[in-house]
């Protein structure tokens, strides 16, 4: 049964092709892995489906009765509620009933009222809210809270105060429970730690009904789908099985485009050839004209393209003294304390790993060392010779100046060549460098604050979840370029699989914590 189908979708934004003649179903039960490198059009074919973007061709059809749940990257919460209060909105139905069912038994009161109507018709609202478990609903809301890592939070907590990763576990939390019959999740994990995407991977894997999911991290994709769709120059292209099945049957793929194009190339090439000597004699003209018929005929084969390929190398600075920071006493925390004081050195040499669940400090950890924001208690003193270079998580996304200018504004020594360069070697195309931040991809976005920091001569790079939005390819080579960094590290990331072979030291802020994890 076809939950969802999507016939010869065409789209395109400021001149930019990102889906041509692009077609999907998706069954009943199916698990898809909606994957590609930055860019492609992963969210904006979600955006499709679900009518926030009409596309310039072909149509979206969803079977009837389907309710569907979308988690975006980019949602927002309203400052007031409390995280409770945002999560009981996902009963919202039921509660509206629930009130009505209450004013029915206010009307019986009434002496002119139709008791036996209101009696009916109040009996049958009970029923459907027995039936849907509306008397369980915080148990449900617990339990599903917990799993995610809220009920550590606190759900009277006004979702105000919230970093970026908690605003992601409330809507994730929300959307579970409104239990549609497809989910859509546009890279849920990003913002969640470890443990809470052990927990999401096990909802994941025994759930019953669809989703699309949008995800860069192999392990998670590998664990939770059935089938891959993968969004390649405008093309959708179906593949049944997990990620790796999908990496072994798309090189035997191109494997075979290759060999298409190549064979077809030397047959015009023949033909041309052949073409060319007999046209001009009275003798073959006639074959020559034939050849040049079958020639005028032929469906000529694409040469495969390939995309361009990130290369991240960081600029090393002169060696700084021995100890980069050294604290005392330290305490983190914005209006109250996060953390009970903290007394730690981090030395030259140091690549170190900060890891544990969102909203205990990590961030604030990095913001504090640098200055950015006061300590709440304590000190934190900085070594000679510093030159740290800041990765800050989700800067930039809002800016209507393009990457290009991005770039220039930041070194603007550079020639236009030189700042094109620079972009293109972070995998960045034209179409990329000449559009405005605020619609870049998150991938992209990050790819040219990741250049930025590549123009700089650091000793110390602070990197607060450089991942996240990164494609597969580029997370690799941004592995692989820190790997070979002489200098120093602090690294905040979600994903161990990034960063455990080749840290120093890893700290987890859950050792630090006031509250309870």
């Known amino acids: 049964m076809s939950l969802l189908i999507v016939e010869n979708v065409s789209h395109g934004f400021g001149g930019r092709t990102i889906l041509e003649d692009a077609s999907f179903r998706l069954l009943k039960g199916e698990h898809v892995g909606l994957i590609g490198a930055n860019g492609e059009g992963k969210s904006t074919f979600l955006n499709i489906i679900i009518g926030n973007i009409q596309p310039d061709e072909g149509k979206v059809e969803w079977s009837k009765n389907v309710t569907v749940g979308y988690l975006d990257q980019h949602s927002s919460l309203k400052s007031g509620m409390t995280i409770r209060d945002v999560l009981r909105e996902a009963f919202k139905n039921m509660f509206e009933l629930e009130k009505k069912m209450l004013s029915m038994y206010d009307q019986m009161a009434d002496e002119n009222a139709d008791v036996d109507a209101l009696m009916e018709e109040a009996g049958e609202i009970q029923q459907i809210l027995d039936h849907s478990g509306f008397y369980t609903i915080d148990a449900k809301i617990n339990e599903?809270?917990?799993?995610?890592?809220?009920?550590?939070?606190?759900?009277?907590?006004?979702?105000?105060?919230?970093?970026?990763?908690?605003?992601?576990?409330?809507?994730?939390?929300?959307?579970?429970?409104?239990?549609?019959?497809?989910?859509?999740?546009?890279?849920?994990?990003?913002?969640?730690?470890?443990?809470?995407?052990?927990?999401?991977?096990?909802?994941?894997?025994?759930?019953?009904?669809?989703?699309?999911?949008?995800?860069?991290?192999?392990?998670?994709?590998?664990?939770?789908?059935?089938?891959i769709y993968h969004v390649n120059n405008g093309e959708l292209t179906r593949y049944t099985g997990d990620y790796d099945n999908f990496l072994h049957m798309h090189e035997i793929k191109q494997k075979q485009q290759e060999r298409a194009y190549e064979r077809q190339q030397a047959e015009i090439e023949r033909m041309e050839d052949f073409i060319a000597r007999n046209k001009a004699r009275v003798a073959?003209?006639?074959?020559?004209?034939?050849?040049?018929?079958?020639?005028?005929?032929?469906?000529?084969?694409?040469?495969?393209?390939?995309?361009?390929?990130?290369?991240?190398?960081?600029?090393?600075?002169?060696?700084?003294?021995?100890?980069?920071?050294?604290?005392?006493?330290?305490?983190?925390?914005?209006?109250?304390?996060?953390?009970?004081?903290?007394?730690?050195?981090?030395?030259?040499?140091?690549?170190?790993?900060?890891?544990?669940?969102?909203?205990?400090?990590?961030?604030?950890?990095?913001?504090?060392?640098?200055?950015?924001?006061?300590?709440?208690?304590?000190?934190?003193?900085?070594?000679?010779?510093?030159?740290?270079?800041?990765?800050?998580?989700?800067?930039?996304?809002?800016?209507?100046?393009?990457?290009?200018?991005?770039?220039?504004?930041?070194?603007?020594?550079?020639?236009?060549?030189?700042?094109?360069?620079?972009?293109?070697?972070?995998?960045?195309?034209?179409?990329?460098?000449?559009?405005?931040?605020?619609?870049?991809?998150?991938?992209?976005?990050?790819?040219?604050?990741?250049?930025?920091?590549?123009?700089?001569?650091?000793?110390?790079?602070?990197?607060?979840?450089?991942?996240?939005?990164?494609?597969?390819?580029?997370?690799?080579?941004?592995?692989?370029?820190?790997?070979?960094?002489?200098?120093s590290i602090l690294l905040v990331c979600h994903e161990p699989l990034f960063y455990e072979d080749w840290v120093t030291d890893v700290w987890n802020v859950e050792d630090w914590t006031l509250k309870i994890v």
């Open 144 to 227: 599903i809270a917990g799993g995610l890592g809220l009920a550590s939070i606190g759900l009277d907590k006004d979702v105000s105060e919230l970093s970026g990763g908690q605003r992601t576990k409330v809507l994730l939390t929300k959307l579970l429970l409104e239990d549609p019959s497809i989910l859509l999740l546009d890279e849920p994990t990003n913002y969640l730690d470890f443990e809470h995407i052990e927990w999401l991977k096990r909802y994941l894997q025994e759930y019953e009904n669809a989703f699309i999911l949008i995800s860069h991290d192999v392990e998670f994709l590998n664990s939770v789908v059935n089938v």
């Open 284 to 487: 073959t003209r006639g074959m020559a004209n034939s050849r040049q018929k079958m020639l005028d005929r032929i469906e000529v084969i694409e040469k495969p393209r390939e995309k361009p390929k990130p290369s991240f190398q960081f600029r090393e600075a002169r060696t700084p003294s021995r100890y980069l920071v050294q604290t005392k006493d330290l305490i983190l925390g914005y209006s109250e304390p996060l953390t009970k004081p903290l007394n730690f050195e981090i030395e030259r040499g140091m690549k170190l790993a900060i890891t544990g669940t969102n909203g205990l400090g990590k961030t604030t950890l990095l913001k504090t060392i640098l200055g950015k924001i006061k300590a709440l208690g304590g000190t934190a003193e900085l070594g000679d010779y510093l030159a740290p270079g800041y990765f800050e998580q989700e800067a930039g996304r809002d800016s209507e100046i393009t990457a290009l200018d991005y770039i220039w504004s930041k070194f603007p020594s550079y020639t236009n060549g030189e700042v094109r360069a620079a972009l293109a070697k972070c995998g960045l195309t034209t179409e990329h460098i000449t559009s405005q931040m605020r619609v870049l991809s998150g991938g992209e976005n990050a790819k040219v604050r990741l250049c930025e920091l590549m123009q700089k001569e650091a000793n110390w790079l602070i990197l607060d979840e450089p991942t996240n939005h990164l494609d597969v390819e580029a997370k690799e080579e941004l592995k692989k370029a820190l790997m070979e960094y002489k200098g």
